[in-house]
């Protein structure tokens, strides 16, 4: 198994509040993603990073921030959590950026936005 | 755009019966990569194969088969004499092509598969 650890697995939060997601990898793989999954929509990437400090938008990132500053570690912010984001974030890591590089993912986050 | 249909929302089928997941896909580039992952109820994403647009030889491993035919832009995985344990959500999905990064997957909306004993 791909050494990608998520934390927290599950978290219950207010809205309006602040909300970090961690993903922690052991692989020294430059590139991380983050995916939601919902029902009816698969996963949709929100930001990927393809190094350190270097991070990108993806399909649905509005609403969240992200940041890399060590190799092993990549955040996800929601910086004022919405009910529409409940969901089941996964953290995925690839060795390389070219298509084709099969995406390995953590065991997923569940939070809930009451 | 790049897009991926997974018509079926679910599937039930009795253990030792054969059964095929559908993945339709759409692309403008050429050279592109289809995968297959499965989610057991256990909720990891487990990676099961990866196909690239210039092979279009079937592949099998063990019970499972995975037929890519370009004319039709479909991916089918097929579970031959399925288990119990092949109970889990299959997603199929496409490498994306947005520039910088390439390596963006795009996945469809997933095929529930429920073995019954």
């Known amino acids: 198994d791909a050494g990608i650890t998520q934390s927290p697995r599950h978290k219950v939060t207010e809205t309006g509040t602040p909300v970090t997601l961690r993903c922690h990898q052991t692989?020294?793989?430059?590139?991380m993603y983050w995916y939601r999954q919902d029902p009816g929509h698969g996963l949709r990437l929100i930001h990927y990073s393809y190094g350190v400090k270097d991070t990108d938008k993806g399909e649905v990132s509005d609403g969240y921030s992200v940041s890399r500053s060590k190799t092993e570690d990549f955040l996800l912010t929601l910086e004022s959590a919405t009910s529409s984001q409940t969901s089941v974030y996964f953290c995925?890591?690839?060795?390389?950026?070219?298509?084709?590089?099969?995406?390995?993912f953590g065991n997923g986050t569940r939070l809930t936005v009451t | 755009a790049q897009k991926v249909t997974q018509a079926q929302t679910e599937i039930s089928v009795v253990e030792k019966e054969d059964v095929t997941l559908d993945c339709v896909y759409e692309t403008r580039d050429t050279t592109y990569y289809l995968f297959w992952y499965k989610q057991p109820p256990s909720g990891e994403l487990v990676f099961l194969i990866r196909r690239n647009s210039f092979d279009e030889q079937n592949e099998i491993s063990g019970r499972y088969s995975w037929n890519f035919q370009k004319s039709t832009s479909s991916f089918n995985f097929t579970i031959t004499a399925s288990q119990v344990v092949d109970s889990a959500v299959y997603f199929c999905?496409?490498?994306?092509?947005?520039?910088?990064?390439?390596?963006?997957?795009?996945f469809g909306t997933g095929t529930l598969l429920a073995v019954q004993p």
């Open positions: 692989e020294n793989h430059r590139y």
């Open positions: 999905a496409l490498s994306g092509n947005y520039g910088g990064a390439t390596n963006k997957l795009i």
């Open positions: 995925a890591i690839s060795e390389t950026g070219t298509s084709g590089s099969p995406l390995h």
